[in-house]
């Protein structure tokens, strides 16, 4: 089954402590990246690549970094969380050159720091 | 920078009733795409619909369809024959075209409570 797996589903830390979100997709994708889900503000993107070893900012990528030394994983880390990196997290997927492609996402990471 | 904009932030329907969900975006773009996704409480995201800028007819996928106003910037989103099962929060989002990473866009969200 085509997917993107993200893990932990749930995740609950406390400040500083670094933490690392998993994300993995089986449909040879090039496009991967990151967002970050907050009330009132939708979806934003954190961190998005192009291909093995690319990688840029997206709109939030303050206290965030991202690898991608193998195409079919992308993981997302804090090194330093805060409080105010609360919030749902989703990691997504897209073939390159297909701009119509929807977007594959996966089920989302809710992370909470204390 | 591209915007979009979801003014509604919750909106209710009768069971069988048909309601409108809008959006609008801000672009200078010519080549474009729009996307309403669906979010239920599984906070799975769901491709609902999907609409070419440069088509101009409106993309229907059963019961969902869109009516583009590419002039004005506008890009609703109309549910038929509501179901219990449409309850989700529902996100619209843009694409640029050309090189765009995947990256989309997303408006606030807007919640969608659908009554018996």
């Known amino acids: 089954e085509a997917q993107v797996t993200q893990n932990p589903r749930y995740l609950i830390t406390v400040t500083g402590k670094k933490l690392t979100v998993t994300c993995s997709q089986n449909?040879?994708?090039?496009?991967m990246s990151w967002y970050r889900q907050d009330p009132g503000l939708g979806l934003r993107q954190i961190y998005y690549?192009?291909?093995?070893?690319?990688?840029d900012k997206g709109d939030v990528p303050e206290g965030y970094k991202v690898s991608r030394k193998e195409k079919r994983n992308f993981p997302l880390i804090l090194e330093s969380p805060s409080p105010n990196q609360t919030s749902l997290y989703f990691c997504?997927?897209?073939?390159?050159?297909?701009?119509?492609?929807?977007?594959?996402f996966g089920n989302g990471t809710r992370l909470t720091v204390t | 920078a591209q915007t979009v904009t979801q003014s509604q932030p919750e909106m209710s329907v009768q069971e069988a009733e048909t309601v409108t969900l809008s959006c609008t975006y801000d672009t200078s773009e010519s080549d474009y795409y729009l996307f309403w996704y669906k979010q239920p409480p599984s906070r799975q995201m769901i491709l609902v619909i999907r609409q070419e800028a440069y088509k101009q007819q409106n993309a229907t996928e059963n019961r969902f369809s869109v009516n583009f106003q590419k002039a004005a910037k506008s890009f609703s989103l109309k549910i038929s024959d509501s179901q219990l099962g449409d309850a989700a929060m529902y996100f619209c989002a843009y694409r640029i075209g050309g090189t765009s990473y995947g990256k989309l866009t997303f408006g606030q969200g807007t919640i969608l409570t659908v009554h018996p």
């Open positions: 449909m040879n994708h090039e496009y």
């Open positions: 997504a997927s897209s073939p390159a050159g297909g701009d119509s492609s929807p977007l594959h």
């Open positions: 690549s192009m291909n093995v070893e690319v990688t």
